[in-house]
């Protein structure tokens, strides 16, 4: 049964929206024939025209060639409305549909700020993807596709800068004065593209790819035993075939998938293998007798054989690397990742910083070590509390006596402490917890191969590199976008950091002197509002619009600049979100569809447009 209070009014107002549509539709029908009196089916009914319109874009919007509107047509037909020969429908429909898709994305963004998110491939011909970030005047984030181009050849940074100016300008008829920002990843053709745009464009920010710097950030681990073991498992285990299903019957769940453009999908490979590591030697033993693999399994059992300890250690090190892939993902998506951002990168900052001082820094790496064989001096690092509150160093100076007289026999070690000679009894299990790593030849190497991605994030944050990868301008607009959080402000909230904030984003330049006058307003409504989960992004990003809001009207200047500041994205991922769809809609027997058709079938499912 519905819980929906209000089903009649809802169903009623779906129901003239859908009227509408069918008005709006058949005046463009009606328009395309009065300026075109001789082409194919003028003389259609233009009820007739608006079912094939809407059996087309149906069609489009589910990624199914044109070409089965033949095989269908039998059903299709039998609403009492005739179709026509697929191929004359695609000649009709399609480019009316894209356009009128292409009108209503220019109206959704008359005198709107936005963001333009911009991808491409990277192979020798290419397709370049556009979407766009507004906030309605409800604080809902609103993302369109507004172009999806293909082109002959690899496209330069003049070349892409061209294309998006075009397309924004001519095409859709956007102001690029209402461009907050320009999101991109660290390709440099992007940066040479977003540097001319920034003429263009008075107010707009260059905002760099977060994921896609801890991205990079996660390829600069140095593992060189686990990647030649790698090698050869992702060419074998992830794969559909006899290994993944026997992998798979060990894990008792599906085997983790494989992106050949993500660290962190290789990450979820690691931690398979890491975590059931006891069961590798005998499942590769396995596969090798039956004949599976061949060659590939050969090479990891030989990586097993003679480099098992070096590739133990390189597992329990990777393992230690979860706080990187988690901040990767969750800062990918379409939601308030900004403010996010830079608490998510400063807690790896201060990680790195730390790295190698403690064994809770690498704790999979300690556990590891800490079960080799305890001999004498063995040493040992232990906290005592109050009276101490104290570290104490020690070192094992007697192991179990396990012969001789039965009264002179001990199962526990002997501990003595060097700063005072005191000795105490552990048995095995304490001891190993408070073995101390820390001087370990083994510990260090595994420092240094964690030590070398965070050397990068901190050289991509201080702008210890080449110009198209500095983050420090995004990462500055990241920090004072969080006044925006009502959370945030509640204890931050101070004249000069409005300034901060004012400064940093060209959009709000001039808006200073109004947020200081309702400064005191904001602070007091963000007092009183309810707590975020910043731990969940979704739950975070309703909770801070739904703030927005309930007070914004409160607070008009505020709301203003929140709408602005939302805008904008700390990632590219909704740009690349494209090509997934394009892969997943258009398969090989749609290779030769035609530019307006894969535009307009993309544009109708990302804006989620209501068809059929």
């Not at 059996?55 to 609403?79: Q, W």
């Not at 409800?138 to 596709?145: G, H, P, S, Y």
């Not at 690397?321 to 990168?345: H, K």
């Not at 500095?470 to 009502?486: A, K």
Request: glycine share 4%; with cysteine.
């Amino acid at each position: 049964r519905s819980t929906d209070p209000h089903p009649p009014v809802r169903r009623l107002a779906k129901w003239l929206a859908s009227q509408a549509q069918d008005v709006s539709i058949s005046d463009l029908i009606t328009a395309h024939f009065k300026e075109n009196p001789d082409v194919q089916m003028a003389t259609v009914p233009n009820d007739t025209h608006l079912f094939r319109w809407r059996v087309m874009e149906s069609m489009m919007f589910a990624g199914i060639p044109s070409g089965k509107i033949n095989m269908l047509r039998p059903v299709l037909e039998r609403e009492g409305h005739p179709l026509t020969d697929s191929s004359h429908m695609s000649q009709l429909y399609i480019p009316l549909i894209e356009k009128r898709e292409i009108e209503h994305i220019a109206k959704e963004h008359f005198e709107q700020h936005f963001t333009l998110i911009f991808d491409g491939t990277t192979r020798l011909g290419e397709a370049v993807n556009m979407v766009t970030r507004t906030i309605t005047d409800n604080f809902d984030i609103r993302m369109r596709l507004v172009a999806f181009k293909t082109t002959l050849v690899h496209m330069n940074g003049d070349g892409l800068f061209r294309l998006i100016a075009t397309t924004l300008q001519r095409i859709l008829g956007i102001d690029l004065d209402y461009c907050v920002s320009y999101a991109r990843d660290s390709c440099s053709t992007n940066y040479d593209a977003v540097n001319r745009l920034l003429s263009l464009s008075v107010n707009a920010l260059n905002m760099l790819c977060f994921p896609h710097t801890l991205h990079n950030t996660g390829k600069h681990l140095k593992l060189p035993v686990l990647e030649e073991f790698s090698a050869a498992w992702l060419q074998l285990v992830p794969k559909p075939g006899a290994a993944r299903l026997r992998w798979a019957a060990i894990l008792g769940h599906s085997v983790s998938s494989y992106s050949t453009v993500r660290w962190w999908s290789r990450w979820d490979i690691y931690q398979e293998i890491a975590l059931n590591f006891g069961a590798v030697p005998q499942f590769l033993a396995d596969l090798d007798r039956d004949s599976i693999g061949d060659a590939t399994t050969k090479k990891m059992l030989a990586v097993i054989n003679n480099k098992r300890k070096e590739l133990e250690l390189e597992l329990a090190a990777v393992l230690s690397c979860e706080r990187l892939y988690n901040a990767t993902y969750r800062l990918e998506g379409d939601r308030l990742e900004l403010l996010l951002v830079y608490r998510t990168i400063e807690e790896l900052r201060e990680f790195g910083r730390t790295l190698g001082q403690d064994s809770s820094n690498l704790p999979s790496v300690a556990a590891l070590l800490r079960n080799e064989t305890i001999d004498l001096n063995t040493e040992t690092r232990e906290w005592f509390p109050a009276p101490h509150n104290k570290w104490f160093q020690g070192k094992v100076t007697r192991l179990p006596i396990t012969t001789g007289a039965a009264a002179r026999r001990k199962a526990t070690f002997q501990v003595t402490y060097s700063e005072d000679g005191t000795s105490i009894e552990q048995d095995e299990q304490e001891l190993r917890n408070n073995i101390c790593v820390l001087k370990m030849s083994e510990w260090q190497s595994a420092v240094d191969m964690v030590k070398g991605a965070y050397d990068y994030l901190e050289q991509r944050i201080t702008d210890d590199c080449n110009v198209p990868y500095h983050c420090s301008g995004p990462y500055e607009v990241c920090r004072v976008s969080q006044l925006l959080d009502p959370s945030f402000a509640a204890v931050h909230l101070i004249p000069s950091f409005v300034d901060e904030l004012c400064a940093a984003i060209p959009a709000i330049s001039g808006c200073s002197a109004a947020l200081k006058m309702e400064l005191d307003a904001y602070k007091l409504a963000a007092r009183n509002a309810p707590a975020l989960d910043h731990n969940d992004v979704e739950l975070y990003t309703k909770g801070v619009l739904a703030f927005w809001r309930k007070e914004g009207t409160k607070i008009p200047a505020w709301r203003k600049v929140a709408k602005i500041v939302f805008t904008i994205t700390p990632n590219s991922a909704s740009s690349e979100r494209v090509f997934s769809l394009l892969e997943a809609m258009f398969g090989k027997d749609q290779d030769l569809s035609l530019s307006d058709r894969i535009q307009g079938s993309l544009m109708l499912r990302y804006n989620k447009r209501s068809v059929g």
